[in-house]
């Protein structure tokens, strides 16, 4: 069953993801507290979620340990595979959103985790982009389903 494993936000682009038990998100505009937040947001910087899947296989490839928040997206999911939700609608929690475009590994993420192997390694697996289409809260744990609306 597919749900949500990790939430995380930062305040900044500079500072590590502070891991959550919730996050509050608002339509349009973001996560309330994120560095992405902002009245009129663009849809492709509102939330952003990656499998903890992906991120466990490159842990063990490499021989690390890595923490899934500190791959700097939002939503940390288990049990679900993103890369076919392209253009889909999805409700996660009470939360619906629609699936924008797969998020590309950064070269900020590469310094930040000091591993010149994540622009490679996650190239179609670092996650997606997602619009917020309602108001509420996600909490770990949450289901993640996808939702005709």
Do not use: W
Request: glycine share 6%.
């Amino acid at each position: 069953m597919a749900e949500v494993f990790k939430l995380g936000i930062a305040a900044n682009n500079d500072q590590p993801i502070l891991e959550v038990n919730s996050i509050e998100v608002l339509t349009n505009k973001g996560i309330v507290g994120d560095r992405h937040f902002h009245e009129s947001n663009d849809p492709y910087n509102q939330l952003s979620l990656i499998e903890s899947e992906n991120i466990d296989d490159y842990n063990i490839k490499f021989g690390l340990n890595i923490p899934y928040t500190d791959f700097r997206r939002n939503v940390v999911t288990k049990g679900i595979k993103l890369n076919d939700l392209i253009g889909k609608k999805l409700k996660v929690g009470n939360v619906k959103l629609e699936a924008i475009e797969l998020c590309r590994p950064c070269r900020h993420l590469t310094e930040m985790l000091n591993q010149k192997n994540i622009l490679k390694e996650f190239m179609r697996k670092g996650g997606l982009r997602c619009q917020i289409l309602s108001s509420s809260k996600i909490n770990i744990g949450d289901k993640i389903e996808v939702i005709n609306i």
